[in-house]
C-alpha cells in the first residue's frame, strides 16, 4: 500500500457539510460526484497528498444511511491508493483478512475499490483503491 489516497467522512446533509469543510481546510471541494453503486453522492477536497471524501447517502439502502443509523456522523473508512488491486486482494486474502468484493468495483474519482470487514481490521472499515484514469 503506497499512500493513505483518503478517508471517507459520512454526513447527513452533503451542501452543510462542504460549507464546514470549506472552512474547516480553507479550501474548496475539488469535485462532487454520485456513485450509483454505493447510493452515495460524494464531495472531495484535496490535503496535500490525500483527500478528504464527504459521503451523504441517496438511498436508505446505502451503506451510509446504515452507518448514519447505527452510529453518528464521522469516520467511515480509510482508503490506501494500491498499485494492481487484484495482486493486492491476493495478498490480503492469503493473510487471512475478510474481503467483502472480490471483484473490484467502481468508485468514484476514476478509481477501482475493494472493501475488508471492519471485523477483520481492528473495527475499521479499510477501502482499497486503484487509480484507472
Ligand atoms: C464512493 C465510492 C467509494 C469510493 O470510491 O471511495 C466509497 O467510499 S463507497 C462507501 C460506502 N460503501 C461501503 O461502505 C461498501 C462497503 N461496506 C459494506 O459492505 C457494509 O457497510 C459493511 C461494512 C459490510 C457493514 O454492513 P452491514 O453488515 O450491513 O452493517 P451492519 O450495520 O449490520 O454492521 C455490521 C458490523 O459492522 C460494523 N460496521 C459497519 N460499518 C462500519 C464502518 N464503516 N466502520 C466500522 N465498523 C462498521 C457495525 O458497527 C457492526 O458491528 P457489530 O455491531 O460489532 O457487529
Ligand atoms: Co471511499
Redesign the pocket.
Known sequence: MRKI??I?I?VQDLEKSNELFEKLLGKRHFKT?E?E????A?SFFQVGETKV?L?QATDES???A??L???SEG???I?FDVEDINVEVERLKAEGFEI??ETPK????N?L?V?L???STN???I?L?QDVS
Do not use: M, Q, W, Y
Open positions: 489516497e483518503h471517507g459520512a460526484e456513485v453503486g454505493e447510493k452515495v460524494t471524501e459521503l446505502s451503506p451510509i446504515k452507518f443509523e447505527r452510529k469516520v467511515h473508512h482508503a467483502l468484493n467502481l468508485g468514484a474519482d478509481k475499490v472493501f470487514h471492519p471485523r473495527g475499521v472499515l477501502e483503491c
